[in-house]
């Protein structure tokens, strides 16, 4: 063979091997870029940090966030100490400003309440409070049971009525309070997040009333039209019907006499008699006639 041809031909193959390998690490370094996202320095927490929790500096970290950098995430740690938080946030979760109270609002429940919204604090026992099971952030029904004023209408009994539905739970939990003798007694609280109208017809009804709270699906916002059940209907099996209505009695009003016909003025009528003179040659004589009643003013 031809020395020259098997020179040619190795040449041929170092290069074409030389090229497949220069081809072969540009894709894999390629592939490699594509395969390993750019990673970002953001702000994560440090623990599990709970609703009303006030940020301090160690309860935060830097770390790196490989993607996208979430909408609104913390980059400085002098943007999120001091300020509440208003949604529960895990260990190694970027900090969020949707989750955060605005600054100077502080900590606590307070902050956690919007704007416009009050939070009312209803006593609740085990069984009204779902055996623990109505925790924040949960979605319930408030029912009430008691007589209405003035007894019972028909003799129907205790009734029971849904008051407000879908009503948010801000906290769960027991307060301690002191019975009668000064004795401490744990008493189990929920804090329900309600408008100021609510707020005013759940602290009427927890002075006369017993409350019931009906746990519900988040999901479920439909406000269902209820009418109530009666002790009665309990025992008899028929629905109830509540009473209707009664139409308010229409005010009768007063009939205002018409105004007085102004009486016309009488005048007086005065007849002025005719007189007619007749004259014959150097004679002359007058004749009187009774002439037409005429008006004097």
């Given at each position: 063979m031809n020395k020259r041809f098997v020179s040619v031909l190795l040449f041929a193959f170092i290069v074409a091997g030389g090229s497949s390998l220069l081809l072969y690490r540009l894709i894999s370094s390629r592939m490699t870029a594509l395969a390993s996202p750019a990673t970002s320095q953001v702000l994560l927490a440090a623990r599990n940090l709970e609703v009303g929790t006030l940020i301090r500096e160690t309860d935060l970290k830097t770390g790196d966030w490989m993607?996208?950098?979430?909408?609104?995430?913390?980059?400085?740690?002098?943007?999120?100490?001091?300020?509440?938080?208003?949604?529960?946030?895990?260990?190694?979760?970027?900090?969020?400003?949707?989750?955060?109270?605005?600054?100077?609002?502080?900590?606590?429940?307070?902050?956690?309440?919007?704007?416009?919204?009050?939070?009312?604090?209803?006593?609740?026992?085990?069984?009204?409070?779902?055996?623990?099971?109505?925790?924040?952030?949960?979605?319930?029904?408030?029912?009430?049971?008691?007589?209405?004023?003035?007894?019972?209408?028909?003799?129907?009994?205790?009734?029971?009525?849904?008051?407000?539905?879908?009503?948010?739970?801000?906290?769960?939990?027991?307060?301690?309070?002191?019975?009668?003798?000064?004795?401490?007694?744990?008493?189990?609280?929920?804090?329900?997040?309600?408008?100021?109208?609510?707020?005013?017809?759940?602290?009427?009804?927890?002075?006369?009333?017993?409350?019931?709270?009906?746990?519900?699906?988040?999901?479920?916002t439909n406000v269902a039209k209820t009418s109530g059940t009666a002790m009665s209907s309990l025992f008899s099996g028929q629905p109830f019907e509540p009473a209707p209505r009664a139409r308010p009695k229409p005010v009768m009003k007063a009939a205002v006499a018409p105004p007085p016909?102004?009486?016309?003025?009488?005048?007086?009528?005065v007849t002025i008699p005719i007189t007619v003179e007749v004259i014959h040659g150097s004679r002359k004589s007058a004749t009187n006639f009774a002439g037409d009643p005429e008006v004097k003013p």
């Open positions: 993607g996208a950098v979430p909408r609104g995430a913390a980059l400085k740690k002098e943007d999120v100490v001091g300020r509440g938080v208003l949604a529960n946030i895990y260990e190694g979760e970027p900090v969020v400003e949707s989750r955060l109270a605005a600054r100077g609002a502080g900590a606590g429940l307070a902050a956690t309440i919007p704007e416009g919204m009050r939070a009312v604090a209803v006593h609740v026992n085990e069984v009204v409070g779902l055996a623990g099971f109505v925790v924040p952030g949960m979605r319930v029904d408030v029912i009430i049971s008691g007589n209405p004023p003035g007894g019972s209408r028909n003799n129907l009994g205790m009734l029971t009525k849904t008051i407000l539905q879908n009503i948010a739970v801000l906290s769960a939990g027991q307060n301690i309070q002191k019975d009668a003798e000064g004795k401490p007694v744990s008493v189990q609280v929920v804090n329900l997040l309600v408008t100021p109208e609510q707020a005013e017809v759940l602290s009427l009804a927890s002075q006369e009333t017993r409350i019931q709270l009906v746990l519900r699906n988040p999901l479920d016909i102004p009486v016309a003025e009488v005048k007086e009528r």
